[in-house]
């Protein structure tokens, strides 16, 4: 069964760093989205991206994140200049366009730690 | 304003037994989904019921939808201990495209 994978697992870096999580979508899906889960709390959306572009954000999604399709199977999040309160989990998810499918699938996460 | 709020936050019950849990929201919803997340993994979808449907079922899992109570149930029957994990309902509005606004959670402990 197809899935959505995320890479690294688990990454480790000094505050003020950048980083880039990467996630590959299940392959015929066309819209894409990254939510974050910082420790014991609920997960909270970040944003969406749909035919090359961002179709919706949230607040927490400010110009220290940027997303990025950069070929036909990649889609990254890279936050510029990490600050501690950016350690969480982060969960790549895809959808089809389908009718009116809403099923979103979510990978399997990126812990990230800032130090 | 806070979408998706279960309760309880934790429950626990032997290997057989139903296990419900609740979830309230605030605003109007295009649907209501469910999502179990294990232990430090990612997010499996359950079960999607719409705005105009009342009760869905799928397998084990029945759920139901009070639009004008702006709440939905998650019923798991002759649960298993393979079914311990967090469960998380989402919402999608209906004008915001198809973003998920999740809930707390609610904590499910099955003992063997």
């Known amino acids: 069964e197809p899935e959505v994978t995320q890479t690294p697992s688990h990454q480790v870096t000094q505050m003020g760093q950048e980083v880039i999580l990467r996630c590959v979508p299940i392959s015929n899906h066309l819209y894409f989205y990254w939510y974050r889960q910082i420790l014991g709390q609920k997960v909270e959306f970040l944003v969406s991206f749909y035919n090359n572009e961002i179709s919706e954000k949230s607040e927490i999604f400010d110009d220290q994140f940027s997303v990025e399709r950069p070929d036909g199977s990649n889609f990254t999040l890279k936050i510029r200049s990490t600050k501690l309160e950016d350690s969480a989990m982060y969960f790549c998810?895809?959808?089809?366009?389908?009718?009116?499918?809403?099923?979103?699938?979510f990978g399997p996460g990126t812990r990230l730690t800032v130090t | 304003s806070q979408q998706g709020e279960e309760d309880p936050q934790a429950l626990s019950i032997q290997e057989g037994e139903n296990a419900t849990m609740n979830c309230s929201y605030k605003?109007?919803?295009?649907?209501l989904q469910w999502y179990r997340q294990n232990s430090g993994r990612g997010l499996v979808h359950l079960i999607l019921i719409r705005s105009n449907e009342r009760e869905k079922h799928s397998g084990r899992l029945r759920v139901t939808l009070d639009t004008s109570k702006k709440s939905s149930s998650l019923l798991i029957t002759a649960s298993r201990a393979a079914d311990t994990a967090s469960y998380f309902c989402?919402?999608?509005?209906?004008?915001?495209?198809?973003?998920?606004?999740f809930g707390e959670g609610t904590q499910l402990t099955v003992n063997p």
């Open positions: 605003t109007s919803i295009n649907n």
């Open positions: 989402a919402t999608v509005p209906p004008t915001s495209g198809s973003r998920l606004t």
């Open positions: 998810a895809s959808r089809d366009s389908g009718g009116a499918s809403y099923e979103q699938y």
